[in-house]
């Protein structure tokens, strides 16, 4: 007969009289919802699963399971703690594995320009606003920010969970790497923002952007901070705002109204190209 599962306390209690036996109780215990949080973080193949598996073992193991004899239950609970390690641990695993920059298949099947937008979001970590004058200044033609929110959306629709986790191993969306190729491209993108008009002009767009978003209803406001700001998943969208349908069934009709919202902000096409005129 199976021995019923120890309580958090009482399983911080065991480690700490005898590591050897709270370390077999623990894995014992949270093995299933450890290979659970490790999938759900984006990994699938079984070998891969159990890579990182034994990866968070061995670190918590480590100095005589020192990490899980200190877990304070102030802080949280057991299973916390838990989901953290394995995604810091799958981020770690993936970028292990990385090589040089590349575009994923589903990516690739894209337009170039959504392809440019995946680069500038994804790799070099632009905003929206930033986005839409760095593509003016590259392809010489005006840009919408609607434009951007809605290559943005067919990028989305092209990744998979498991994508978006090696996206987030890559660039974790705390430094500015380069683009894929490094050269012209990633420069011409730098020049766009040198000029002082052109970046007071960017921040008056993100400042008429948020006066926009402030005007949608609070749900479809964070949905578009969420999707395209923060890149999260309509899987991960849906769990933080308790979502009954996926974001993607209302994206267009919110992007519609956004839309009309920055219009009536003054964020046009015809707005940005006058920035040409006032440096010409």
């Excluded at 891969?48 to 100095?63: I, K, N, T």
Aim: aromatic share 4%; net charge neutral; hydrophobic share 45%.
């Amino acid at each position: 007969m199976a021995a019923e599962p120890l309580s958090e306390t009482a399983l911080r209690n065991l480690f700490r009289q005898d590591a050897v036996a709270g370390w077999r109780a623990f894995v014992d215990q949270y093995t299933p919802l450890m290979l659970g949080l490790i999938r759900r973080a984006g990994l699938s193949d079984r070998d891969e699963v159990m890579d990182v598996y034994l990866m968070v073992c061995a670190r918590l193991s480590e100095d005589g399971c020192a990490r899980l004899k200190a877990q304070d239950a102030a802080r949280g609970s057991l299973g916390g703690y838990l989901a953290v390690a394995c995604r810091h641990a799958v981020v770690d695993w993936v970028r292990s594995r990385l090589g040089r920059r590349r575009f994923f298949k589903s990516v690739a099947a894209l337009p170039e320009a959504d392809q440019r937008v995946f680069e500038l979001f994804y790799w070099e970590r632009r905003t929206p606003s930033e986005m839409a004058e760095i593509l003016r200044v590259e392809r010489s033609a005006p840009v919408d920010l609607t434009d951007v929110l809605e290559a943005l959306a067919r990028v989305d629709a092209a990744l998979t969970d498991r994508q978006r986790t090696e996206l987030l191993a890559m660039c974790g969306r705390t430094t500015a790497p380069g683009s894929i190729e490094g050269g012209a491209a990633h420069d011409l993108a730098a020049d766009a923002l040198s000029d002082p008009a052109r970046r007071a002009h960017v921040a008056d767009m993100n400042a008429r952007l948020e006066a926009a978003l402030r005007q949608l209803p609070s749900e479809e406001a964070a949905i578009v901070r969420l999707k395209f700001v923060e890149g999260l998943s309509d899987g991960d969208i849906a769990r933080a705002l308790a979502l009954d349908t996926p974001p993607s069934a209302r994206i267009q009709g919110i992007l519609a109204r956004l839309q009309a919202t920055l219009a009536a902000a003054g964020v046009r096409a015809a707005d940005v190209s006058a920035l040409d005129r006032g440096l010409a």
